[in-house]
């Protein structure tokens, strides 16, 4: 993630039009800094120059967020679920 937010911090230092649609929006340099706001170019495959083995990990990554994914909905699922019959309980 470091990596990630590094190259969209760098990609925001690149972009005039990106820096001045902040400056419209009040913020500054400072404020870009503290938060590490960055920019994300129109650019299909941006983070594959920040990320010298993208192709290998790429499907590999991708696998791993989608089981976490449905592991994090199906946690949320269940705990929900569980508050409701808990809810019903105490009526």
Do not use: H, N
Not at 15 to 38: C, Q
Not at 57 to 65: K, M, N, T
């Amino acid at each position: 993630m470091e990596t990630a937010m590094e190259f969209y911090r760098a990609e925001l230092k690149k972009s005039p039009r990106a820096i001045e649609y902040l400056k419209g929006r009040g913020l500054t340099g400072e404020i870009a800094a503290r938060f590490r706001i960055g920019y994300a170019p129109d650019d299909w495959q941006g983070l594959k120059a920040a990320f010298p083995d993208y192709e290998r990990q790429g499907a590999r990554g991708v696998r791993a967020w989608s089981s976490r994914t449905k592991a994090s909905a199906t946690t949320a699922s269940a705990t929900a679920s569980c508050s409701r019959s808990s809810t019903r309980a105490a009526r």
